[in-house]
């Protein structure tokens, strides 16, 4: 049926009732609706203007440092193989740092395109943006160093404009990720020791203030292990040995080309068969320059034991203390030649004291093997005695 609009249809009624009584239809016999004013159709209303597309707002760019290790892409992969992704390029040093039986992964990435210019020592200069890796880890069997293990800690240090910035990441017991921390972190570890037996280790995260105790020299943070007789070492590359300095250059990483590996520094493994004297001056380059050094935190007591220093008195050699009391032991000169029994030196290594023991970071344990090879080093030394050295004060004179 035809709908009207009401105004046409009530005067549609009018006129049909007026031709009721002639018939309803027009002269022709055409029907009356053919004369009445016809309905439009309705128009579709106009559409709406399509509203014009907005893109989706990017969200917001990260900035460095994350909040989880797995949010820089370093590894490919299950995050906890340490696999390294594409750029993300491994190292060893010679003289690792002691840190309570840890095993570690280090890495180093450069901003594309850029690269590293070398110097013969420690005078390496790295591009802004360098990010340096160093995840720490415990073999759960220490009769089998390859075997399983637990990595604890991962440590950043990112080169930024004001210097080189530390950030520390503690992963989970789950080892799918590892969360930044500023506060450090206690980690429980049952584990094997070397005999086999049950042994249960604490691990100390050190928190993001500690880490510049080693790493700050004059008030700036430094690299440590990138220097260049920490690297001119042999490793296996490719299932080969090869000299690790000469494969780095290999990967892209320096500017200029280097000088042949046997005529630049080196240190020797410290527990390896290389002369005495040398592997004691690498092994406390690694534990304990960091500090003991023009600089550095240690700098004041006038203990200097860079690998190159060979000055005795600098290293320590009928030395007296700087500060006496129970930091001596009792003994009077930091190393009494023949004689490691009456040196402060090894006493100190060997003390877990908080308040003797050194290394002070970031150990909880004497480094035996570490003790025996510095024990040995002093015991070698000529002449013996320190003959009329004045003794140490009977009270602290710095602290």
């Known amino acids: 049926m035809i709908r009207f609009p009401r105004s046409v249809s009530l005067a549609c009624a009018a006129a049909c009732l007026a031709l009721a009584a002639v018939g309803c239809g027009g002269e022709d016999g055409t029907s009356p609706v053919d004369v009445l004013p016809q309905d439009r159709p309705s128009e579709p209303p106009e559409p709406d203007p399509p509203e014009p597309d907005v893109p989706e707002p990017d969200p917001p760019e990260k900035v460095m440092p994350y909040e989880t290790l797995s949010e820089y892409g370093f590894f490919e992969g299950e995050l906890s193989a340490l696999k390294p992704a594409a750029g993300v390029v491994p190292y060893e040093v010679a003289a690792p740092l002691w840190a309570d039986h840890a095993g570690k ?41 390859a ?4 990595i604890l800690e991962t440590r950043l240090l990112i080169l930024e404009d004001r210097g080189w910035r530390p950030h ?4 989970n017991e789950a080892q799918t990720e590892a969360t930044r921390t500023v506060a450090g972190a206690r980690i429980e570890v049952d584990t094997i020791d070397a005999t086999g037996s049950p042994a249960h280790a604490q691990y100390l995260v050190p928190n993001t203030n500690q880490c510049n105790s080693c790493h700050e020299r004059d008030d700036s943070t430094r690299i440590l292990g990138l220097i260049t007789p920490q690297l001119n070492r042999e490793i296996a590359a490719d299932g080969a040995p090869r000299n690790q300095l000469a494969w780095l250059e290999e990967q892209g990483l320096f500017r200029e080309p280097l000088a042949p590996p046997e005529q630049l520094p080196s240190f020797p493994d410290p527990f390896g068969d290389a002369p005495l004297d040398a592997r004691a001056r690498a092994y406390l380059h690694g534990n304990c ?7 550095g935190g240690g700098g004041v007591s006038g203990l200097v034991l860079l690998a190159w220093e060979t000055d005795p008195s600098k290293n320590g050699v009928c030395k007296v203390a700087a500060a006496a009391g129970a930091g001596t032991g009792g003994h009077a000169y930091d190393i009494v030649p023949g004689a490691p029994e009456e040196s402060i030196m090894t006493f100190r ?3 877990t004291d908080p308040e003797i023991k050194m290394p002070e970071l970031s150990n909880r344990l004497p480094d035996e093997q570490g003790v025996a090879l510095i024990d040995a080093w002093i015991a070698a030394m000529e002449p013996k005695g320190c003959g009329d050295a ?4 009977e009270e602290p004179t710095s602290p």
């Open 105 to 145: 992964g280090r890495f180093i990435v450069l901003p594309e395109g850029e690269k590293i210019a070398v110097g013969e020592g420690e005078d390496w200069q790295f591009p802004l943006g360098t990010i340096v890796i160093k995840s720490f880890f415990l073999s759960l069997d220490r009769r089998d160093p």
């Open 147 to 150: 075997g399983a293990a637990r």
């Open 168 to 171: 520390t990441y503690v992963w």
């Open 289 to 295: 320059s960091h500090c003991h050094r023009p600089g």
């Open 349 to 351: 290594m060997r003390s």
């Open 390 to 393: 004045t003794p140490a004060p």
